[in-house]
Nanobody, 126 residues
């Protein structure tokens, strides 16, 4: 079992920055692909970014590419999402997720992850 706790959300003006953290306990994160998803009110939970267990591969959703950076510190069992140049459309609850390593998984979909955090609210004002 892996327990994930997100933090770092809040209210920020458009153009501002936030850094989300996801602290894990129960298992070492080196055994997992890690991802960030977000869910706006009335919408589905969508992929934002993912990072391989080594940190060498970091695909992003087109909507955040060039503005967001996912990273991980395996020694601290923590994953981060640095969000710059924030826009009102980035407003959502952001979720951290961990997926066991399987060759069949692409890690762009909710079903590719086994463990989820409770989410942290990010609100970007215009």
């Amino acid at each position: 079992q892996v327990q994930l706790v997100e933090s770092g959300g809040g209210l920020v003006q458009a153009g501002g920055s936030l850094r989300l953290s996801c602290a894990a306990s129960g298992r070492f994160l080196t055994s997992y692909q890690m991802g960030w998803f977000r869910q706006a009110p009335g919408k589905e939970r969508n992929f934002v970014a993912t990072i391989s267990y080594s940190g060498g591969s970091t695909p992003y959703a087109d909507s955040v590419k060039g503005r967001f950076t996912i990273s991980r510190d395996n020694a601290k069992n923590t994953v981060y999402l640095q969000m710059n140049s924030l826009k009102p459309e980035d407003t959502a609850v952001y979720y951290c997720a961990a997926g066991t390593l399987r060759a069949s998984r692409g890690y762009y979909y909710r079903g590719d992850y086994d463990y989820w955090g409770q989410g942290t609210q990010v609100t970007v004002s215009s």
